[in-house]
């Protein structure tokens, strides 16, 4: 027998020694532990510890280690190994395991949008390191190349035939050590018994810490009371006597960080979950503290030209060029910056610096005792790096079992805590990861953890995905807890789609949760239907300010007239300043002109000659503005055959964000037109494929149809054509961030 089936066997076995109290037919569910063959052989009494672990939590183990090739090759393994019986729930990758790059596909993130242009950015730069090829045995995938520098990491382009929405099989996670030397072995060997121990400890939900970092929200305090709520809709026992749930934000204290830090290692924490902007390498907490007094402002601005004149001198440019630009703007006095260069000053400003933020260097003199640590920040989770901020809280000297973070950028306060109530009822929070469509989230650390359930329902994972009970789950809705009642509507409209749409609308109408009625809103935009549209009008008076803020959003991308003069009301009236913006961004985008005409009508409602005049001031120049930008930049470049062929293509990816609903007819004459750069017709398809709400998204979709019937087709014109036309007919991979 081949030693690769020797050891899937011999780790059976120590899994059903792990649990001879239970009946073996208990085991309904497979989990993998995959390691490369290197790690595995210097950390399998740590992996056989941490195995035996996982299988007496019910678990059946297989483990296999092997020097994989390349992501293809694992990919089959996996693929072949869930369908086996048990049927695999989840997979966790130790050590160097191969990085699928993913390139092609940034509709399947919340926000990473770059150009791909290898002539102008690095490949490592412009791909997405996702696991969702390993665990979305659905997606199709063409290989593009090995990366030449790093060899862990294989490029793969997301095919036009592949479909365009992740649906994960299974739950997966990695176990990578913030570490590029042999260290890297003792990190993974320490962690994998320290969790094998955990494991064993049942751990109940009790105390929950959240921060809210600057700039999230926008600085709106209305979002973030309405998150506050959200939560205790979720985690009610913890807002009881009993529980214990913590909620700072930025602006509390200029010495956060420490309280901060002194929280993160006192006893008992379960569960910590950071709001804020992120790096590979940093959190960013504070920014710096609100100037009150004049003197202040007077040092916060001297405080900004010396380290301007720092990163001119680091960038290698004229320093006296600097100062002019600043003195000739502003009339600031030379004197303003004096001691850019200063010892003293430039350690005192580095101290100023180093308090308003968490770097890797702050956590490893930590001992953090949250067992799950939700990072809701860009770039914490970029595990192709040698050093991240998600590894070094897994691997640190405390309590961490997992870690849930981004590996590139995301798009934030967006119902970031979706399904997180379903912790309370033991879900894996592989499990939990599922249920959530994104290239870009990653579990490090033990994806199979949970927290044990408070009550008589215990989630289990099989019935989670298939939904079998529909008599179960419509009892959920009308008995069940908001976690439950929210988790209840997704699976069923899952599973019956537009035949549950009345339910939906009635969800939506009576049920006190906000969660609930969320997803019910989630759920309706995923079917894109008329009663969706209907919906949006009341949904944007919902007290729920992120159900408002979304509904906004999404009216503004049906490209509908129609909801103009309810979009102005609330652009001048909401008190979301987060709403007032979603709303001018959709006023803007389905016409100018008519914003800007119904905007004034709203301001004769308010009797304040000066408010007046301030407001329709900023509404005539903001409008007038967007106007000229889409007619005589953006489309005149598009279409303006005496443009560089860079600029044209330019100008219909800026598109892609700003989606005018008056540049669909102009995008779609450009497609048609043979005699276009086929390189300019490719890139303006994509560009379409962002317009998956826009009501003209039909004769978007006959255009495409008829593109594809042209013959000797250029193969990149092919793929984006035949790509957009699939987007469009599936919809948005997550219609909340679409």
Known sequence: MPRFFRVIFSFILISLIGIDSLRAERLESAFAIIVDSSTYARTRQAVDLYAKAVGEDGLFVYVLHKEWKNPDELREKIIELSKQNPPLEGIVLIGDIPVAMIRNAQHLTSAFKINQDASRFKWKKTSVPSDRFYDDFDLKFRFIKRDSLNPALFYYALRADSPQKIHSDIYSARIKAPANSDSKYELIDRYLRRIASQKRMQTVLRTVLVFSGHGYHSESLDAWSSEILSYREQFPRLFSSSGHFLFYNHRMDPNLKYLLIYELEKEPLDLAIFHAHGAPNKQYLLGMEPSRTLRQNVEAIKLFLRGKLRKAKRQKKSLEQVRKKYEKEYGFAPSWFTGAFSDSLEQKDSLLYAAQDMYISDIRRMKPQAKLIYFDECFNGAFIDSSYIAGAYVFGSGKVVAAIANSVNVLQDIWADRHLGLLNHGLRIGAWLQLQNSLEKHIIGDPTFHFISVDSIH??????????????????????????????????????????????????????????????????????????????????????????????????????????????????????????????????????????????????????????????????????????????????????????????????????TYRFQQAVPVMIKVILNKKENPFLRAATAEALGWYGFNYRRVHIISACEEILKEDHLPENLKDSVLMTKNRLISGANDALAP
């Not at 007032?580 to 009797?607: G, M, V």
Request: charged content about 35%; aromatic content about 8%.
């Open 459 to 656: 989630l289990d994972h099989r019935f989670l995905l298939q939904a079998k009970d529909k008599k179960l789950l419509k009892k959920w809705i009308e008995q069940g807890d908001a976690s439950l009642r929210t988790l209840a509507v997704s699976l069923l409209c899952k599973d019956n789609k537009i035949n549950f749409e009345k339910e939906l609308i009635a969800l939506y109408k009576k049920d006190p949760s906000f969660n609930v009625r969320l997803m019910s809103l989630k759920c309706l935009a995923d079917l894109r239907s008329e009663a969706f549209e209907a919906l949006l009008p009341i949904a944007a008076k919902d007290p729920s300010e992120l159900i408002r803020r979304v509904a906004t959003h999404l009216m503004g991308d049906t490209g509908r007239k129609k909801f103009i003069p309810l979009l102005a009301h609330l652009r001048i009236f909401d008190i979301s300043e987060r709403v007032r913006f979603n709303a001018d961004r959709a006023l803007e985008i389905i016409d100018p002109s008519l914003a800007k005409k119904y905007c004034l009508e709203e301001l004769d409602k308010i009797h304040d000659p000066y408010y007046i005049k301030k407001v329709s001031g900023l509404i005539r120049h903001s409008f007038k503005h967007d106007s000229l930008w889409l007619h005589n930049e953006l489309l005149r470049r598009l279409t303006d055959h005496s443009v560089p062929l860079k600029k044209r293509i330019g100008a219909v990816r800026t598109l892609r």
